[in-house]
């Protein structure tokens, strides 16, 4: 069973950037899948970002492609997220999420385990 606790979040302004981290515990966090999603006031949580166990693929929600990064070292057991030229529309918690599988996957339901969130704040 992975643990996660995510880290990095704060209030920064439209055009800054931010790096999130998510550190797992457990002896087989390079097996997973690892994602973030995102969940702003009053609106469902929606994906993000996501990368396969050994980083050779990721994926993006379209409306963060070219500004957000998505990266882990399985050696620290941590994946981040690399956020460049934040809109206030960036403006969510943001989850970290370990998958059931191999599969990189967009969907909630394909992840098993959540983190706690963090807090991003983006000030126009």
């Not at 704060?10 to 797992?24: D, H, I, K, W």
């Not at 994602?35 to 396969?52: C, D």
Request: glycine residues 10%; positive net charge; aromatic residues 12%.
């Amino acid at each position: 069973q992975v643990q996660l606790v995510e880290s990095g979040g704060g209030l920064v302004q439209a055009g800054g950037s931010l790096r999130l981290s998510c550190a797992a515990s457990g002896r087989t966090f390079s097996s997973y899948t690892m994602g973030w999603f995102r969940q702003a006031p009053g609106k469902e949580r929606e994906f993000v970002a996501a990368i396969s166990w050994s980083s050779d693929t990721t994926d993006y929600a379209d409306s963060v492609k070219g500004r957000f990064t998505i990266s882990r070292d399985n050696a620290k057991n941590t994946v981040y997220l690399q956020m460049n030229s934040l809109k206030p529309e960036d403006t969510a918690v943001y989850y970290c999420a370990a998958g059931r599988s191999f599969r990189v996957t967009k969907f909630p339901y394909e992840y098993r385990t959540w983190g706690q969130g963090t807090q991003v704040t983006v000030s126009s």
